[in-house]
């Protein structure tokens, strides 16, 4: 069974940073891209970042630009969101989604975390 | 920048009737490379369906998706209480600019 435990959210000031992580199970990590979705306190869903199999590959969405940085550590089935420079509107529940396609980077979201919190106040 | 447009906003309907939820692309979506997910009030989402119209693994087959091009349909032919949910469109493929979801349709009991 595919796992996926997100964790590293929390209260942060403005312009401050904060790394999430994600630790992946039940599949074979290294076989496929991961990504980053977050939803805002009441939103919708909003594609943050992707990073390909072999890292060969990180994209982002225009409202994280320059400010976020995806990695994964394959030896440790794990993936990684760096977040500097955090904005009020960053506030959202974060999750590790798994790509449905092995070896691509198809955008199909097909398996999701349980998400974690990161709230960017003063 | 493509912009998804789903409608209704919120769909009030009872156990045992359809549902038909529309999701319209603002550009033409490559290969019907378009995606539908459910999310419960305080769940991740799931997702139903890639490729327009094939059904994730373990989908129910009441679920179906339909449309190309621009117009997508997402079908639930008989509501069970589980159902009711929020639901999202969102296009995929090569180009991550693509990777935006729709607002999203409540389908709520009536």
């Known amino acids: 069974e595919v796992q996926l435990e997100e964790s590293g959210g929390g209260l942060v000031q403005p312009g401050r940073s904060l790394r999430l992580s994600c630790a992946a199970s039940?599949?074979?990590?290294?076989?496929?891209?991961m990504y980053w979705v977050r939803q805002g306190p009441g939103k919708g869903l909003e594609w943050v970042s992707g990073?390909?199999?072999?890292?060969?590959?990180?994209v982002y969405g225009d409202s994280v630009k320059g400010r976020f940085t995806i990695s994964r550590d394959n030896a440790k089935n794990s993936l990684y969101l760096q977040m500097n420079s955090l904005r009020a509107e960053d506030t959202a529940l974060y999750y590790c989604?798994?790509?449905?396609?092995?070896?691509?980077?198809?955008?199909?979201?097909?398996?999701w975390g349980q998400g974690t919190l990161v709230t960017v106040s003063s | 920048e493509i912009v998804l447009t789903q409608s209704p906003g919120t769909l009030s309907l009872s156990p045992g009737e359809r549902a038909t939820l529309s999701c319209r692309a603002s550009?033409?979506?490559?290969?019907?490379?378009l995606a539908w997910y459910q999310q419960k009030p305080g769940q991740a989402p799931r997702l139903l369906i890639y490729g327009a119209s094939s059904r994730a693994t373990g989908i129910p087959d009441r679920f179906s998706g339909s449309g190309s091009g621009t117009d997508f349909t997402l079908t639930i032919s008989r509501l069970e209480p589980e159902d009711f949910a929020v639901y999202y469109c969102q296009p995929y493929g090569s180009s991550y600019e693509m990777w935006t979801f729709g607002q999203g349709t409540k389908v709520e009991i009536k």
């Open positions: 039940g599949f074979s990590f290294d076989d496929y891209a």
């Open positions: 989604v798994k790509d449905r396609l092995v070896g691509h980077t198809s955008g199909i979201f097909e398996n």
């Open positions: 990073i390909s199999w072999n890292s060969g590959s990180m």
């Open positions: 550009q033409s979506v490559s290969n019907n490379y």
